[in-house]
């Protein structure tokens, strides 16, 4: 998939997003309890923007994407509108809904560990250790791969350490940390 495919993905996957809280929205603008409201968003919504995340590559500019796209979720939730000038935090201590950044980090740590500690030889591990033959990189930076970010954490052995399970899940809580500042430098 090229740069501009993930792009479209990311925008795709935001449109679901609001579709399905579209479908919902009666609910999330009712009186019912916030609680309900965030089960139902953590349950129904998020599924849904998340979907086949585990598999992308990261840059912040797709993260901040999904990000706002939540952001504004929380305040159609909660009735309040940009002008109100709510911070963020104060939103999500109200709404309590899981990050999606951290969300997504998870399942993608959690698919990684799963391809690393797998035996059989099934196309996922073939895939993620495939390298082309004949290929002339272009000039500039390169472009983010899926394995970098898990490399920054876990080393560049991250196939072994995965195998240890009590290992690669205390990696796991510093993983899902990176995103979840909104002050993150813009990778590429």
Known sequence: ????????????????GWAAFGK?????????PQ???????????LPV????????????????KLKVAQRAMERAMLGV????????EDIRSRTRVTDIAQRISKL????AGHIARRTDNRWGRK????QPRHMKRK????????????????????TRTAKDREEWKRLEEAFANKWHTDRVVDVQ
Not at 4 to 15: A, G, K, M, Y
Not at 35 to 45: A, E, F, G, R
Not at 81 to 88: E, G, H
């Open 1 to 16: 998939m090229g740069k501009s495919n993930f792009d479209r993905e990311v925008n795709r996957r935001i449109q679901l």
């Open 24 to 32: 919902l929205r009666h609910i999330f603008s009712s009186d019912i």
């Open 35 to 45: 609680n309900l409201k965030t089960k139902l968003y953590n349950q129904c919504v």
């Open 49 to 64: 923007m998340t979907y086949g995340t585990e598999t992308w590559s990261f840059t912040a500019g797709r993260m901040r």
């Open 81 to 88: 509108s940009l002008r109100d000038k709510l911070r963020n």
């Open 108 to 111: 993608k740590w959690q698919w």
């Open 127 to 130: 895939v993620l250790e495939w």
């Open 139 to 158: 000039r500039g930076r390169p472009c983010r791969r899926w394995e970098d970010d898990i490399k920054a954490i876990a080393g560049g052995i991250w």
